[in-house]
């Protein structure tokens, strides 16, 4: 019954680490994304796949690194943590590249000390 | 650069009240808006989308107007309830072939009293 899962929904490591999070809808969606929300809830987009194919990059530093398998798979690899890295990431998946709504994972809370 | 905002940060009415949360927008070739609502520790929920074509779009309960000559558009709220509490955000494309990338608003947080 689940849209857009993420794993893990919380992670808690310490500066240094490298770790990822995993995103799988079953939507039948061919577009996903990756997101980020801060401590003000501010959601700003970092990156998103079409196909398995990177078509938004934005401004992200080059630690982190998305990886799409499949249309229904989209991962993000986090190298070298930084305090600052700290935040909910989101994931979602919508039908098409164009104007068209998004739907929303839970969410992995990432905490790093 | 494009930012998209909301007049107000925090909205407090009683249930039975209907709720307008407002939001502005800053680059005129947007052409697609979208409001979300999340809920404490849980991901943003589509509520109601309208396209530049639409001044008026209306759902269950909610309404999103959209005024394109000052950039701005609302949600409206019938009846609000309890279970309308939460956090509400716009977004906003980025217009022609921006691959949906969508421009976030900060944020109004709703509370309903009973």
């Known amino acids: 019954d689940t849209a857009v899962s993420q794993t893990p929904k919380y992670l808690v490591t310490q500066m240094g680490n490298d770790k990822s999070i995993k995103c799988e809808q079953n939507?039948?969606?061919?577009?996903m994304y990756w997101y980020k929300q801060d401590s003000k809830k501010f959601l700003k987009i970092m990156f998103s796949?079409?196909?398995?194919?990177?078509?938004i990059n934005e401004t992200v530093p080059n630690r982190f690194s998305p990886k799409s398998p499949d249309k229904a798979h989209l991962n993000l690899h986090i190298n070298s943590l930084e305090l600052g890295d700290s935040a909910v990431y989101f994931c979602?998946?919508?039908?098409?590249?164009?104007?068209?709504?998004?739907?929303f994972g839970p969410g992995t809370r990432l905490t790093v000390t | 650069g494009e930012s998209v905002g909301l007049h107000l940060p925090t909205l407090s009415v009683q249930e039975g009240d209907n709720s307008i949360i407002n939001c502005a927008y800053s680059?005129?070739?947007?052409?697609?808006f979208i409001w979300y609502k999340q809920e404490s520790g849980k991901g943003p929920q589509f509520i109601i989308d309208?396209?530049?074509?639409?001044d008026k779009r209306q759902g269950q309960r909610v309404t999103v107007l959209l005024n394109k000559t000052v950039k701005h558009l609302s949600l409206q709220i019938a009846a609000t309830q309890p279970g309308d509490s939460a956090v509400y955000f716009c977004?906003?494309?980025?217009?022609?072939?921006?691959?949906?990338?969508?421009?976030f608003g900060q944020g109004t947080i709703l509370t309903v009293h009973p």
């Open positions: 309208i396209r530049s074509n639409m």
């Open positions: 977004a906003a494309n980025a217009g022609g072939t921006s691959y949906g990338k969508l421009t």
């Open positions: 939507l039948g969606h061919d577009t």
């Open positions: 680059n005129s070739a947007s052409d697609y």
């Open positions: 796949y079409n196909n398995k194919e990177l078509i």
């Open positions: 979602a998946s919508s039908h098409g590249v164009g104007a068209y709504e998004q739907y």
